[in-house]
């Protein structure tokens, strides 16, 4: 059974920084697509940062100098590295990887931003 798990996430001070990092289980295949995505209360779910197997990378107009997303192909993980962070990065986020024609989320993790 194909699962993606987050571990990172928690509460840090304005300007601070933060990295998720998620894994996917269960599979042997090369996974050519991960991405990040975060939900805040009341928004709907954007796309924080994707990366492709060749490590080509997009990044949200607001997360791009302060985010950096990267991935190790040998343990199918994706990180994402947030810098200089902000109360409006609150939220939860997601990692997300289509694998073998079907789309796999991970359970979210909790960045909260507040002084």
């Known amino acids: 059974q194909v699962q993606l798990v987050e571990s990172g996430g928690g509460s840090v001070q304005p300007g601070g920084s933060l990295r998720l990092s998620c894994t996917a289980s269960?599979?042997?295949?090369?996974?050519?697509?991960m991405a990040w995505y975060r939900q805040a209360p009341g928004k709907e779910r954007e796309l924080v940062a994707r990366i492709t197997s060749t490590e080509n990378t997009n990044y949200a107009d607001s997360m791009k100098g302060r985010f950096t997303i990267s991935r190790n192909n040998a343990k199918n993980t994706v990180y994402l590295q947030m810098d200089s962070l902000k109360p409006e990065d609150t939220a939860v986020y997601y990692c997300?990887?289509?694998?073998?024609?079907?789309?796999?989320w991970g359970q979210g993790t909790q960045v909260t931003v507040s002084s």
């Open positions: 269960g599979t042997d295949v090369k996974i050519n697509y």
């Open positions: 997300f990887a289509p694998i073998n024609g079907a789309w796999y």
